[in-house]
């Protein structure tokens, strides 16, 4: 399903510490991380490669066609590798090239990226678009390893799980 695709590729945006997918810009790897905010607090190792940063205020990431706005970006790395973030933002936002396509942008109220259990979540005014492809939800899980994607709303909550096919000739 093309959909899965465009999700795998939302979480390229998220994860930029982490190497791209095919469908991605392959030179974003190599870029460097450039994260501006009006604030940082950062505990941990003094030398950055272990805790957890949080960026407040006007969050701006970008590596190379990556890029990500946000409210406040919590992030959290072992060893020097990204195995967590938090974003969250009025929305937090996210775009990245393509390769020979359209690019991908989405946004939601809170983005969850967890390294262990292979997860992305958009949580509250889900939505990832590429073209003319899209889906929107008030909740969008995507499980990387098993390539399986989860949509739906909260009990408690008005509205729907949208998806939107182009015809084939159209993609």
């Not at 970006?73 to 393509?98: D, E, R």
């Not at 396509?101 to 259990?117: F, L, M």
Request: include cysteine.
């Amino acid at each position: 399903m093309y959909i899965k695709k465009i999700l795998a590729a939302a979480l390229c945006v998220l994860a930029c510490a982490l190497p791209p997918a095919a469908w991605a810009l392959k030179s974003d790897a190599q870029q460097p991380i450039n994260i501006a905010s009006d604030r940082l607090d950062h505990t941990g190792g003094a030398n950055g490669s272990n805790g957890t940063s949080v960026y407040t205020g006007h969050v701006v990431i970008t590596q190379g066609s990556i890029r990500i706005t946000a409210d406040q970006a919590t992030l959290t790395l072992t060893n020097g590798k990204l195995t967590k973030a938090l974003i969250v933002g009025s929305p937090a936002t996210f775009y990245q090239a393509k390769e020979n396509d359209k690019p991908i942008r989405g946004h939601a109220r809170e983005i969850h990226y967890n390294t262990d259990a292979n997860t992305i979540e958009l949580i509250e005014q889900a939505k990832v678009h590429q073209g003319d492809e899209m889906i929107t939800a008030n909740y969008i899980r995507y499980n990387i390893k098993d390539e399986k994607v989860i949509a739906h709303r909260k009990k408690q909550e008005k509205g729907r799980v949208h998806i939107v096919i182009p015809p084939s000739g159209k993609q």
